[in-house]
Nanobody, 113 residues
Framework: EVQLMESGGGLVQPGGSLRLSCAAS????????MTWVRQAPGKGLEWVSA????????FYAESVKGRFTISKDNVRRKVFLQMDNLKPEDTAVYYC??????WGQGTQVTVSS
């Protein structure tokens, strides 16, 4: 059974940083790229970032480029999202995703003074 579990969310002031983690199990982690998606209050899903299976390539939405960094640890079976210079518009529930159909439960990020 594929399981994804996000952690690391919280309340942070504008300009602050958070590091999200997603622990994966139930599939061959090395063989899959991973994705972060977010959903702001009252809005639809927004793709944030993705990384290829061997971390050779990473991709970012324009809204987070230069502020967020995705990384993947195939030994620990985790994917991370380092979020710096956070803005109020980054407030959302953040989900990790694999193979389109598998999602974690999400972790809340709130950016507010």
């Amino acid at each position: 059974e594929v399981q994804l579990m996000e952690s690391g969310g919280g309340l942070v002031q504008p300009g602050g940083s958070l590091r999200l983690s997603c622990a994966a199990s139930g599939f061959t982690f090395d063989n899959y790229g991973m994705t972060w998606v977010r959903q702001a209050p009252g809005k639809g899903l927004e793709w944030v970032s993705a990384i290829t299976e061997n971390s050779g390539n990473s991709f970012y939405a324009e809204s987070v480029k230069g502020r967020f960094t995705i990384s993947k640890d195939n030994v620990r079976r985790k994917v991370f999202l380092q979020m710096d210079n956070l803005k109020p518009e980054d407030t959302a529930v953040y989900y990790c995703n694999v193979a389109v159909q598998y999602w974690g439960q999400g972790t809340q990020v709130t950016v507010s003074s």
